[in-house]
């Protein structure tokens, strides 16, 4: 069902277009669900997921358990659509919304941000995630890991980039019950990209590889920390005194479960990061991770329905509160200490503008490192990551980072 769900809105778009062309008065929304999945499966793919006489008659079926008048409708609908689909497919070619998949304001938004990038983020919305694994290295390492797994049939390469030096890329997905070592607290699920928050955090840059002990008993808050991968990144690699905030309590739950498997702690608070006055003690942080809530528009291709749900006007609101959230927190930072911002987003209002409004309004703030030229690793092929077997990986998440200095 989640498969067939997630292609449904991956190819929703042009699922719609279709189903325009073909029912000009759209049908009750249970119907409707049903028409436009049987699109989406039905639409052109390389690799189509199911035959076309399956499809029509699982759709006819499953209409059928409701009425018999609807079964009929969904049969002359599908069965005319493979009658014209190769017109139809033409005659959308040159419609955004079939082309795209994305909303029009969403890709409007890219085409501003990215130009020319914009199509090829969009088609890499539509391909199916990878599976990264982070390596817990108090308790194996990578090697140990990736033999373990290799004995329950699942093939897993290293990343050859010095920073990623716990991540392990799956060739197949598989269900994280299926890993072993999953339950001993060995390895977590966590993208590529997201795993260099913590190396950047504890003070490696691209060009500077250092011993993460060095940050051993540095005071840190890891603000927005629900589910808790960073939070756990952070403390597999550092002996820290680490405060793990989320606004969110069931969320924050999983935080304490999360620490729980991989044998780590640290100290729990469901609060608002934007209220210090509300939990903080007064002693400053070392080091604060401040992993915003955002659109996510950079991991589209692991939630195919946030680029449908999201509204035009979320992106500014979501901006607004991510500034709000960096300024209440930039003065809880001991002087020389350093502030990593993270969205897991590819529109600049939530990166490249939020840093420099942020700049704007705090001067003692510099930027201490800073990924790519713009702070945005877009998930596109020149973010892949090298394997040690000389090959390249998909490309990882789409992020936005920026490590902000506060000086002596
Ligand atoms: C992007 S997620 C964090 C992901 C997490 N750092 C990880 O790596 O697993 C953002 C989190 O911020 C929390 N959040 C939203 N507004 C907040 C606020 N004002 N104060 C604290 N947490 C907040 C959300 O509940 C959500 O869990």
């Known amino acids: 069902v989640q498969a067939i769900s997630f292609h449904t809105l991956r190819w929703l ?8 062309q073909l029912v000009p008065r759209r049908p009750a929304p249970a119907l409707d669900a049903l028409l436009l999945t049987a699109l989406a499966l039905l639409w052109p793919h390389s690799q189509p997921p199911y035959s076309a006489h399956t499809l029509v008659n699982e759709a006819v079926t499953a209409a059928g ?49 990215w130009g020319p990038l914009a199509e090829p983020l969009m088609a890499a919305a539509q391909v199916h995630p990878p599976m990264a694994l982070r390596v817990n290295r108090r308790r194996a390492t990578p090697a140990e890991a990736a ?32 890993l072993p070592g999953f339950d001993d607290g060995w390895l977590s699920v966590q993208d590529v990209q997201a795993q260099r928050a913590a190396r950047w955090l504890l003070g490696d840059s ?10 051993d008993g540095w005071r840190v808050l890891d603000a927005c920390a629900a589910p808790g991968g960073k939070t756990a990144h952070l403390l597999e690699r550092a002996t820290l005194d680490l405060l793990a905030l989320d606004s969110d309590a069931d969320r924050l739950s999983r935080v304490g479960e999360t620490l729980e498997r991989l044998g780590l702690t640290a100290q729990l ?66 002087p020389g200490g ?13 990166g490249q503008h939020l840093l420099d409004a942020f ?50």
């Open 13 to 20: 778009g042009a699922a719609e277009a279709v189903r325009e």
């Open 65 to 113: 358990l409701r009425h018999a008048r609807e079964a009929g409708f969904v049969n002359a609908v599908l069965r005319r659509y493979l009658r014209e689909a190769p017109a139809l497919v033409q005659r959308l070619a040159t419609d955004p919304r079939a082309r795209f998949n994305h909303p029009a304001w969403w890709a409007k938004t890219l085409q501003h941000d």
């Open 147 to 178: 033999a373990r797994l290799q004995t329950a049939g699942i093939t897993a390469r290293a990343s050859r980039d010095p920073l990623l030096d716990s991540c392990l890329l799956l060739d197949t997905p598989v269900p994280v019950t299926r």
């Open 206 to 215: 691209d060009d500077e590889a250092r011993a993460d002990r060095a940050a």
């Open 269 to 334: 608070k469901a609060a608002d990061a934007a209220q210090p006055d509300a939990w903080w003690d007064g002693t400053p942080f070392d080091a604060i991770l401040l992993d915003a809530p955002c659109s996510a528009s950079g991991i589209v291709r692991r939630h195919p329905d946030i680029r449908w749900l999201r509204r035009p006007g979320d992106i500014a609101t979501l901006a607004a509160a991510q500034l709000r959230l960096l300024g209440a927190l930039w003065p809880l930072l001991k």
């Open 338 to 350: 350093r502030l990593l911002l993270a969205t897991c987003s590819v529109f600049r209002a939530e």
């Open 359 to 408: 700049l704007q309004r705090n001067r003692d703030a510099t930027v201490g490192w800073l990924p790519g030229r713009s702070g945005h690793l877009l998930p596109l092929p020149d973010n892949a990551t090298p394997l040690d077997d000389g090959t390249t990986g998909p490309p990882g998440d789409g992020f936005f980072y920026a490590l902000l200095l506060k000086p002596r």
